[in-house]
């Protein structure tokens, strides 16, 4: 059974950078292409990066100056790394498995973050 | 403002049906392959359908997807009372490189 879960800070103070890790259980990070997402009552729904076990990555024109992600095969892990964070920047943030071109079919119950100090 | 629009919500009486509708552009729905998420609230969205009308396993033979053109929908029948949820739909588009969803539309049964 694939499972993902999201951890990482709940707080992060404005300016600062925000990180989250993503760990896969059940299969190989190797295997598929692997996405993170954000949900706001503001901004809805929100595609942040979408990323590969050998480092390629691809990510939303809207954050990608602020945006970094990384892969740790060893550890059935990627992450994402938001520099210069903002209240703008709260939200809960989800990890997914991509199954199809897009379709985002295994997700992480979501790792709630706000910006605040 | 996405640049996919859904209505914000629609309502049914139980084991009726709902039609929930995603209106975009060439750029999105006209181009690429839409997907449609349900979301309960405080929970992740589930994958509904992908690639226009095909659907994981494991989703009830009761929601239906089609797409024509600019315009893609999705259909519940027999609503229940465990379709209460918000759905999204979701597609990348070409001209903002990036994959985009709806503003969501939340499902009542009446």
């Known amino acids: 059974q694939v499972q993902l879960r999201e951890s990482g800070p709940g707080l992060v103070k404005p300016s600062e950078t925000l990180s989250l890790t993503c760990s896969v259980s059940g299969v190989s990070i190797s295997r598929y292409y692997w996405g993170w997402f954000r949900q706001s009552p503001e901004k809805g729904l929100e595609w942040i990066a979408y990323?590969?076990?050998?480092?390629?990555?691809n990510y939303n024109p809207s954050l990608r100056s602020r945006v970094t992600t990384s892969v740790d095969m060893s550890k059935g892990q990627f992450s994402l790394n938001l520099t210069s964070v903002s209240a703008a920047d709260t939200a809960v943030y989800f990890c997914a498995r991509d199954g199809v071109q897009f379709a985002f079919d295994i997700w992480g119950p979501g790792r709630k973050v706000i910006v605040s100090s | 403002q996405s640049v996919l629009t859904q209505p914000p919500s629609v309502s049914e009486a139980p084991r009726q049906r709902v039609t929930i509708s995603c209106s975009g552009g060439s750029s999105n729905i006209g181009n690429n392959d839409v997907n449609w998420y349900q979301q309960v609230p405080g929970k992740a969205p589930r994958l509904l359908v992908f690639?226009?009308?095909l659907k994981p396993s494991g989703v009830s033979d009761r929601f239906s997807a089609s797409k024509s053109g600019t315009s893609a929908s999705l259909a519940i029948s027999g609503l229940q009372s465990d379709d209460e949820a918000d759905y999204f739909c979701?597609?990348?588009?070409?001209?903002?490189?990036?994959?985009?969803f709806g503003s969501g539309t939340k499902v009542t049964v009446l």
């Open positions: 990323v590969y076990y050998r480092g390629s990555a």
């Open positions: 979701a597609v990348w588009d070409d001209g903002l490189n990036a994959y985009v």
């Open positions: 690639s226009d009308t």
